[in-house]
Each structure stands twice: as structure tokens, then as C-alpha cells.
């Protein structure tokens, strides 16, 4: 046996030594596996990109109004937290945007799921919706928001009519490539054990559908959240959105860059959730 | 009971493109209540089609298959079917799988469960009714959809290629679950296979079908489940007049092979066109 040093488990983690495994491998150009987190570097960078923000906010190397110093961003952060923005406290904005995201992908689903399983189940339903849906399907949500200003106004019903809109199409989509995708012959066990129509539905298509119901979900999540911030730039006085239109307006570079902060935080938080989920509630996704 | 009759059945898929495939072509079999029948035959020959057609899943282009005096016209809990793999409800439990029957009809919860831990006994899955399906092994799962089809109590058992996705070990343990269930319960069993050694092991009578069109050509009545159930299962397919016999249906299965290639590499459908 040839003698080898085996790497400090510290050095593995940071991805600077390959682990036991990967060692092993005598093949590692084009084997996706044998890359690793090359997590040293990625700390490397976040250092770097910091540093550089400090010595440039030392040194006052670019002007706050293109991008806020280090020290400005913390006070504003404090400050947002303490009195809010415009007297809406920090927590309602992101509330707002955050509940209206909910509301829409809610409703959608609400509406979009029995739709997309009548469309699985039957041609009447399929023929009805089919042109609808796939005329609705290429348009971007955000394509919708000058007929909706002019249907609903500006108002709470308005924003959330256009993310109900958003996540509707997704959820139908998603809903009905559910029922397509059960697999004929547990259809026949079951109506073979004597499950009648209705059973068969609860018991075996719902279920088997869940998984995709669920990836629409996460879709539509991440697409109201990116619609919600989109509609509230153009009209609206809470949320994220509003929050860093506002103070562009106000010219306050620091309170933008922490809004544009925020929405992806939010956005990460949303997505590692539903994927908490999935974990949770259908673990027996791709095991079929 | 007068078991199941299948009286001149006929079915003919019409393709997209206008030809038709006689799937089946005026069969007809009579079977006794009880019976263990395996049907054999070489790709195509209409054996799915058939078994489709007793569970009820498709109805005949001509003729009617009877069941203790009624036509089938659907599937029905009195007709169980064990599919070759991918029809358990991966989203429930081994007991929930098992107890799908009972619970579709509305029996009582204690009855069921009571009736799910003796097939668990009797399919040697003891201690893993709380298990998900997905993390146990293919033979298993088969055992498995076994349970679940005996937990329903139907008179027949129609089986496609039950064991066609296992290990050879682990199919010869199954086949003789299969012979142990025939004889604890007597029920009425059909099953289709590609090898012809469970083709004989596990028939009283043993079906060959032929295609174009799909029909049957040889109606073998067979001793070896019997003797299994007295005899160790290798010493009966070690036994002179098994090995005959193999060899036999293996010749005739061959030669309907060689005819198909024969004329050359047939498109199918275009033939019929
Ligand atoms: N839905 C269908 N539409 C058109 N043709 C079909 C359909 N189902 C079966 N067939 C044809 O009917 C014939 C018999 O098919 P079947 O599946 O019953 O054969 P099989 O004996 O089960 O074959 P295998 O041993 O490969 O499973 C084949 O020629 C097949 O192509
Ligand atoms: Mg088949």
C-alpha cells in the first residue's frame, strides 16, 4: 500500500484537499462529483468584496449617491429598524410584500389546481381552458399590470389580482402535468381493489400529483415574489418595492441597496422553506 | 362459482395510420375455479391484451368473457390483478398499501388491520408494515402487491409477469410464495410469464399463445404445482419429465420466434397495413 497523507478535515471542508473519495479518483476533468465546494475561495471573495467596501468607504473612493459607504449602510440600517421608512416600520414593508406574495400564490393555486385536474380528467375542461392557458402561459406577469392599474385601480385587490394572475397559469400547468404523470397502472390496481371514481381521485391522483403541485408552488413563489417587488415599483406606498423607489426618489442610495438586499434574502429564505416542505410533507417524490 | 369463461374473444387496435393488429384473434378458454393457468408465448402475441380484458381494463372488439355468469364489463375488487412492478402507492405505508382495499370499501378498521398482519406473516414481511414502500427492495414490493391484492379477497388473480423484474434468486423464493398462496387460499390464478420454467412450475395448465393473429395454439394440463407442494421445488424442475417437457415448449416457442424473423425484420403496422 502506497503511503498518503491524509488531508486535515478542515482542509476538506474549506474544498482545498479532495475528501477520501474523490482521492481515490484517478479521472477528475469533466466528473462533476470530483469539484469541490472550493469553499475557501468563495470566503475569499466575501473578504475581498468587503474589504474592498471598507477601504473605499474609508477613503471615500466613490460617491454615496452611486454606492452608500459601509458606515452609512449601518446607521441606515439601524435607523430603518428603530423609526421604520416613511413611517411604515422596516417589518411592515417586508410584511406587505411578503403577505401579498402568499395571498396571490394561495389564491392561485386555490383556483389553479381543481382547473388543472379537470383539465387532466376531462376533454370538456381540456377544450375549454386549453386555448386559454396557453395563450396566458408565454405572457409575463408584469406585461399585465397596465390593465390591471386600469381594472382594479391601485389598491391592495389590485396587486394581488395580478399575483393571483401570475401564479394561476403556473399552478394549472403544474396541477394538470400532475394527473398526466400517474402512471396507468396503479390507476388500474386501484379501481382493480374497487376504489370507485371519486376514490380514486383522493386516494391515487391527488397524491401522485403532489409532487408537482408542490414544484408549481415553489415556482410560483419565486415568480410572485419577483412580480410583487416589479408592481410595487410602479405603484404602490408599502412594501420592498415602494421602499426603495421612494428613496431613489429621496436619492438615498443606502436605503435602495438594502431593499435590493432584503428582496433576495427574502426570496433565499422563501425558496430554502418550500424546499423544508417538500422534504417534509412528500418524501416520496421521485420514487415512484 | 362456475370460474371465468372466455367465449370467442377478438380485439383489433386500429393504428393512426389505418392498418389494424389483431390482437387477439376468436379466443377461447375455459377456466375452473381454483385453476393456477400460466400463459406463455413470445413478444406480442396479445398475452397483456388478454389479461387486460379479464381485469375488466378493455373490452373485447368481439366476443365476452364471463365471470360466474356475469359479462365483465370493468375492473371489480372480485378480480385482483398484480402488475409487474410500479403499481404500489409509493406515498403510503406497507400496511396502507395493504389495507387499501378493505379501506375503499369501508370495512372496519379493526378487521383490516387484523387480516394486514397475517399476510405480513404470511408474505414474510413481519415488522415492516410501517415502512414506506419505496425503501424496500423489488422483492419485497412484490410480496407486497401480493398482500395487498389478497387482503381484498377476490375470487381471481391475475398476474402480468409478476416476477419479470427479479433477480433469479429471489424469483424462485417467489414462485414458491405464489404455489404456498394458490394452495392456502384456492384461489382462481392467472399468470402471464416470459420464462418458461415458471410457465410449467406454475401451471396446472399451461396456455401457449402464438401472434399475428394472437391465438392460443396449446392447452397443456401439468403436475409439477401439485407435486411442488409435496416435493422440493429444485428436485421438480431437476425431474426428467419437467426437463421433456421444458424442452418442448422451449422448441415450439422457438420456432414461432423463427418464423417471425424469418421473413425479415418486420416493421409492425406496416405489415398489416
Ligand atoms: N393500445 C394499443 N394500440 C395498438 N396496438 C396495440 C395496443 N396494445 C397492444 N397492441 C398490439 O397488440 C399486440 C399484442 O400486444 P400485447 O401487449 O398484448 O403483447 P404481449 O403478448 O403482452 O407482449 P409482451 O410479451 O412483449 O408483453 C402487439 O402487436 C401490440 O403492438
Ligand atoms: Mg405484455
Known amino acids: 500500500m502506497r503511503e498518503q497523507k491524509t488531508p486535515s478535515s478542515l482542509a476538506i471542508w474549506l474544498g482545498l484537499a479532495d475528501n477520501s473519495f474523490t482521492r481515490q479518483k484517478t479521472v477528475k476533468f469533466g466528473d462533476e462529483s470530483a469539484v469541490s465546494s472550493g469553499r475557501f475561495y468563495s470566503i475569499l471573495i466575501v473578504i475581498l468584496l468587503l474589504s474592498a467596501w471598507i477601504i473605499t468607504s474609508v477613503f471615500g473612493l466613490i460617491k454615496p449617491f452611486y454606492w452608500p459607504t459601509i458606515g452609512g449602510t449601518g446607521d441606515r440600517i439601524i435607523k430603518l429598524l428603530s423609526e421604520g421608512f416613511r413611517n411604515v416600520p422596516l417589518w411592515e414593508h417586508v410584511g406587505i410584500s411578503v403577505y401579498r406574495v402568499f395571498a396571490g400564490v394561495l389564491s392561485g393555486a386555490l383556483i389553479g389546481i381543481p382547473l388543472g385536474f379537470s383539465m387532466g380528467l376531462s376533454s370538456v375542461a381540456r377544450g375549454l381552458f386549453d386555448p386559454i392557458v396557453e395563450f396566458m402561459r408565454p405572457i409575463p406577469p408584469l406585461a399585465l399590470i397596465p390593465l390591471i392599474i386600469l381594472w382594479f385601480g391601485i389598491d391592495e385587490t389590485a396587486k394581488i389580482a395580478l399575483l393571483f394572475l401570475a401564479s394561476l397559469f403556473i399552478m394549472t400547468i403544474a396541477a394538470r402535468s400532475g394527473v398526466s404523470s400517474v402512471r396507468i397502472s396503479k390507476v388500474h390496481a386501484a379501481y382493480s381493489l374497487g376504489a370507485s371514481k371519486l376514490q380514486i381521485l383522493r386516494h391515487v391522483i391527488l397524491p401522485n400529483a403532489l409532487p408537482e403541485i408542490f414544484t408549481g408552488l415553489r415556482t410560483s413563489m419565486g415568480v410572485c415574489w419577483g412580480t410583487v417587488v416589479a408592481a410595487e415599483l410602479v405603484a404602490a406606498d408599502k412594501g420592498v418595492g415602494s421602499m426603495i423607489m421612494i428613496a431613489k426618489n429621496f436619492l438615498q442610495t443606502d436605503t435602495v441597496v438594502i431593499g435590493i438586499i432584503i428582496i433576495g434574502v427574502i426570496g433565499y429564505i422563501i425558496e430554502m422553506f418550500m424546499r423544508f416542505l417538500e422534504r417534509v410533507f412528500i418524501p416520496w417524490k421521485g420514487k415512484g | ?273
Not at chain 2, 413470445?42 to 398475452?47: E, F, H, I, L, V
Not at chain 2, 387484523?114 to 414502500?133: D, H
Not at chain 2, 399463445?209 to 404445482?225: H, K, N, Q, T
Request: glycine share 10%; hydrophobic share 40%; proline share 5%.
Open chain 2, 1 to 273: 362459482m362456475t370460474g371465468i369463461i372466455i367465449d370467442k374473444i377478438s380485439m383489433v387496435f386500429t393504428l393512426p395510420d389505418g392498418g389494424d393488429v389483431h390482437a387477439l384473434n376468436k379466443v377461447s378458454l375455459n377456466i375452473e375455479p381454483g385453476q393456477i393457468v400460466s400463459v406463455l408465448g413470445p413478444s406480442g402475441c396479445g398475452k397483456t391484451t388478454l389479461l387486460n380484458i379479464l381485469a375488466g381494463f378493455l373490452s373485447p372488439t368481439d366476443g365476452e368473457v364471463r365471470h360466474n355468469n356475469q359479462t365483465v364489463t370493468g375492473p371489480g375488487a372480485e378480480r385482483g390483478m398484480v402488475f409487474q412492478q410500479g403499481a404500489l402507492f409509493e406515498w403510503l405505508t406497507v400496511n396502507d398499501n395493504i389495507q387499501f382495499g378493505p379501506k375503499m370499501a369501508g370495512k372496519p378498521k379493526a378487521e383490516s388491520v387484523a387480516k394486514c398482519e397475517e399476510l405480513l406473516n404470511i408474505v414474510g414481511l413481519a415488522g415492516f408494515g410501517e415502512k414506506p414502500v419505496y425503501q424496500l427492495s423489488g422483492g419485497m414490493q412484490q410480496r407486497v402487491a401480493l398482500a395487498r391484492c389478497l387482503a381484498n379477497d377476490p375470487d381471481v388473480i391475475l398476474m402480468d409477469e409478476p416476477l419479470g423484474a427479479l433477480d433469479a434468486l429471489t424469483r424462485e423464493k417467489m414462485q414458491g410464495l405464489i404455489l404456498k398462496l394458490w394452495k392456502e387460499t384456492g384461489k382462481t390464478i392467472i399468470l402471464i410469464t416470459h420464462s418458461v420454467e415458471e410457465a410449467l412450475f406454475l401451471g396446472e395448465r399451461l396456455i401457449v399463445m402464438a401472434p399475428r393473429p394472437g391465438r392460443i395454439v396449446e392447452d397443456f394440463s401439468l403436475p409439477f404445482p401439485r407435486q411442488a407442494l409435496t416435493t422440493n421445488a429444485r428436485d421438480v424442475k431437476a425431474s426428467p419429465e419437467f426437463v421433456a417437457k421444458r424442452e418442448e415448449v422451449l422448441s415450439m416457442i422457438w420456432e414461432m420466434e423463427e418464423e417471425i424473423m424469418g421473413g425479415g425484420i418486420e416493421v409492425r403496422g406496416l405489415s398489416d397495413a
